[in-house]
Structure formats: C-alpha cells, structure tokens
C-alpha cells in the first residue's frame, strides 16, 4: 500500500497539473448581455407652462416632471411623474362658508402607457394634495404626432378630495425645436364645484433619453 507521503505528493502534483481541481465555490457568473434593440429606452420629460386664468386675468404657473421606462419588445412602458400646480390667487375647495383655500397643488404617482406608431397612450394613478386635504388623482394622457416634428397633445385629470373635486384638462400642440427642446401652446380647463381657472398657456417642454437614467423599478432593471 502507498504511504501516506506517497498519497500526498500525488494530490500535490494533481493540484498543479489541473488548478481547477483545487478551484473552491461555483464559477463567476457572467451579467448578461441584453443586445441594444432589447434595452429598455430611459427618458426624462420636464414640462413648464405659464398661463392666464379667466378670472381677473390672474397667472398660472405650473410644472410636471415625468419618467418612462419603454420596453421595445412590447412598446409599452412604465416610470414615475410628480406635477406642481401654482395660482396666482389661491384654489378653493368645499363648503363656500368654511372653504380650504392654497396657491399650490400636488399631485405624484406612476404612469403606464403604450406606444402604437404615432399614437402615444398613458395612464396615471396618483396622490394629490391641496391645504390640509389629500386625495386621489387619476388622468388619461394622449399624445399624437402630426406632421414632423408637430404633435396634438392632451391631458384628462380628475383630484378627488372629501367633499368636492377638481377637474383639470389640458389641450394643445407641441413642437420639438430640438431633440431635446420644444414649445407648447394651448388651453386648461380647471375647475372644481365653486370654483374656475381655466385660461391659455404657453410653455417649455425639455425632454432626454439616455441608458444612464437608472431604473427606479428595481423588478424590471
């Protein structure tokens, strides 16, 4: 029988003629490779708007700043969006006797949509706030090109609060100067039951698609 030294010097000259024998621990795997037409498309849309409302002539500001995540493959899409809503003469809602009255509304959630050749279709499931009151909010978002660069586009919100809501539908056309850069003119309604600040707006919209916008919906990264 071999000695013991003699059974070790062998497993010694394995180990050296064949290292992975000695190897401890399953292989690196390897990240996949996803090929560029598969990559989800990763863009940041950021819309400001200035307008008048029909009472007193008084301003509106008001901006939104939307992701989207476009999974190619289906042309359907997911992301994040948060809108601020600011008026020149304070939003008042419930009872006219004892009303909540603020200058700005908040709205945020998720948006899921899809693209079909010209036609773009979203929907938003959000939260708003307005004073003391929190709500819900849900909108119905469209957006169509036309003719090169031009696109008809229009926005259908409803803000649900205890004891009254609030209406807010936008209609107009964009125009992308740029890539990444374009105007918009249009129209808002937005009323509630004993209220209205509806009145045209025009306005900037800066848009960016790039691979290096990270995923915030850890299950689809």
Known sequence: MPSFRHLLLTLVLLGLIHPSLCAVGPPHAKEPEVPPFLNFVRSLDVDSIVGETNRQGLGMQSGRIRLRFLDPDVNAFVGLLVGVHHFNQDLRIGAPATPDTAGVMVNWGGDFGIVRGRHLWELDLMGSNLSQRLGYAMAIVGEHRL??????????????FTGDAILMADQGLDYMATSWLGMSAGYRWFTSS???????????????????????FPSLG
Do not use: A
Request: glycine residues 8%; charged residues 25%.
């Open 194 to 216: 004993h209220m209205e600040r509806s009145g045209p707006f025009v306005g900037l919209r800066f848009y960016f698609e790039s691979p290096k916008i990270p995923f915030i």
């Open 147 to 160: 003719i090169g660069r031009l696109r008809l586009v229009h926005r259908t919100e409803i803000n649900v």
